[in-house]
């Protein structure tokens, strides 16, 4: 990471800003990928990088949704015209790891970038792997999610059945398709994706 930010993918509907915030970067060294909306994004995902978004309503939720569709993580920052304090925490509580109020200079940007960067490697991982984990087990039904917090709490088929007066026939069919939607390969994987979703402490 010594050398800086490799990479800032910016999404924003507005193109005089997109086109402001490109050059202000592009000053200082940093390599911009510009995408009016989530669905160009979407098309082309990058290897790595920071995304910096326009806070829109809904925007940041539906960022990290195609992120956990698409298996890829990236940090998420932030970013609107004079932001009010609420929406910021908003933001943060939607996933985002940082917050500016745009205008900003190039300098301040990338200084915001590089304390983005160091975030993400620590809370970053984990609120990561818990956002991605919470959209895996979001796709469950209700009797998988049942039969996964069986699973995690170490019961057998028979026991999870009896707990939820199915069969141990079925627990297992459940439990097959709760495997293949969290794209588990074993119970162990299962349970981790669990644990990470906050299902089981």
Known sequence: MEQGISNLILIDNDMRRRAAISHALSSANIHVEPFENLSELANSWPRSGIILIHDEAGAIDELIENMSLHGEWFPIIAFSENPAAQRIVGAILDGAIDYIAWPITAGELNQTLERAMLRAEGVGNAKLREIMARARVDRLTRREREVLGG???????????????????????????????????????????????????
């Open 151 to 201: 699973v995690a709490s170490g019961l057998s088929n028979r026991l999870i059945g009896e707990k939820l007066s199915i069969s141990p026939r079925t627990v297992e069919i459940h439990r097959a398709n709760m495997l293949n939607k969290l794209g588990a390969n074993h119970t162990s994987d299962a349970i981790r994706i669990a644990i990470e979703a906050a299902m089981v402490h």
